[in-house]
């Protein structure tokens, strides 16, 4: 299993990006995915997550209304658009695959977004 995410950098406040984690190793449209982010000096939280098999995507309160996850099993990619992003949005973003079965969760390395003016 490979995860490997892009499409951080620098952002005003108020801008957009959009990340995107390219999945290898694994047959993707039958594995949830998420997005994850840590700032620095806090824990690793939960930001968006995609079901398997078309199920109802769910995000974090805050992020909601605007942050999109989306995925393109023909791609093997999922994605985070990101708008109106705030200073506290700042962090390292996480691409997890969730283990079916007992199997292990995987994760990518991240890609830092950084929000200031």
């Known amino acids: 299993v490979q995860l490997v995410e892009s499409g951080g950098g620098l952002v005003q406040p108020g801008g957009s990006l959009r990340l995107s984690c390219a999945a290898s190793?694994?047959?993707?449209?039958?594995?949830?995915m998420s997005w994850y982010r840590q700032a620095p000096g806090k824990e690793r939280e939960f930001v968006a997550i995609?079901?398997?098999?078309?199920?109802?995507?769910n995000y974090a309160d805050s992020v909601k209304g605007r942050f999109t996850i989306s995925r393109d099993n023909a791609k093997n990619t999922v994605y985070l658009q990101m708008n109106s992003l705030k200073p506290e949005d700042t962090a390292v973003y996480y691409c997890?695959?969730?283990?079916?079965?007992?199997?292990?969760?995987?994760w990518g390395p991240g890609t830092q977004v950084t929000v200031s003016s």
């Open positions: 997890k695959q969730y283990g079916r079965w007992g199997e292990p969760n995987y």
């Open positions: 190793g694994f047959t993707f449209s039958r594995y949830t």
């Open positions: 995609s079901p398997s098999g078309g199920g109802t995507t």
